[in-house]
């Protein structure tokens, strides 16, 4: 079953606004990650939250974890055009290597 | 070295034929994923090899056999396909720690996108 659900799951903005997306989740989890797909293509790691931590910065990127909601956020600031992709969130729960799961993904579209 | 490789890039197969895919990282990464993304999907997990042993099996039907034969190889085996399991076939590697792949930041390869007639 899918554990992560996104929204919105599609996105479009301009260049300079801000974009956010949405993550939530329906278990315990060890910690929770953002990847980004460019199309048809692999996955790049953005940024990883800890169960036990509840904002995290990377660059232009700031990800919060409210594990009481079960749910996380996405915020690029500043978007760019190279930031279109699709966003996924991605769990791991439970106590070993299973339990993997990304969440069905945020499109987002930036326009120049 | 932080670069995961998929051959081939592209495979088209008709149901009949055997072919493999192949994953290569050199990171000393001792975990390694099978994922199948279909078109506007997010990926989906096949199988987890954990220091060289498959330890995670998705309920993946046996035409999908996958092989380990070293740290940093991955091999996907395909026969007797059916036109349903087109899609991108993603391989991903990442750290143990503690003896789990408790964190799981992976590191993926481009995809082998792969059409079955």
């Known amino acids: 079953s899918q554990q992560g659900e996104e929204d919105p799951q599609a996105l479009s903005i301009q260049e300079g606004e801000n974009a956010t997306m949405n993550c939530s989740y329906k278990t315990s989890i060890n910690n929770l990650q953002w990847y980004r797909q460019n199309s048809g293509r692999g996955l790049v790691h953005l940024i990883l939250i800890r169960s036990n931590e509840r904002e995290k910065h990377s660059g232009r990127l700031r990800v919060t974890l409210d594990t009481s909601k079960k749910s996380s956020s996405l915020l690029i600031t500043a978007s760019r055009a190279a930031d279109t992709a699709s966003y996924f969130c991605?769990?791991?729960?439970?106590?070993?290597?299973?339990?993997?799961?990304f969440g069905k993904g945020t499109k987002l579209s930036v326009k120049p | 070295d932080t670069e995961v490789t998929q051959t081939p890039k592209h495979l088209v197969m008709g149901m009949t034929n055997k072919k493999s895919l192949k994953c290569e990282q050199h990171?000393?990464?001792?975990?390694m994923y099978w994922y199948k993304q279909k078109a506007k999907k997010p990926p989906e997990l096949m199988f987890v090899y954990s220091y060289e042993k498959l330890s995670i099996n998705e309920s993946v039907p046996s035409r999908f056999s996958p092989e380990c034969p070293n740290s940093s190889l991955l091999n996907l085996h395909l026969h007797a396909l059916q036109p349903e399991d087109s899609a991108l076939y993603l391989c991903?590697?990442?750290?143990?720690?503690?003896?789990?792949?408790?964190?799981?930041?992976?590191?993926f390869g481009p995809g082998t996108r792969l059409t079955v007639l």
């Open positions: 991903a590697s990442s750290q143990v720690e503690y003896g789990e792949t408790r964190v799981n930041t992976q590191y």
């Open positions: 990171m000393g990464h001792r975990a």
């Open positions: 991605f769990t791991n729960y439970g106590g070993s290597q299973g339990n993997l799961i």
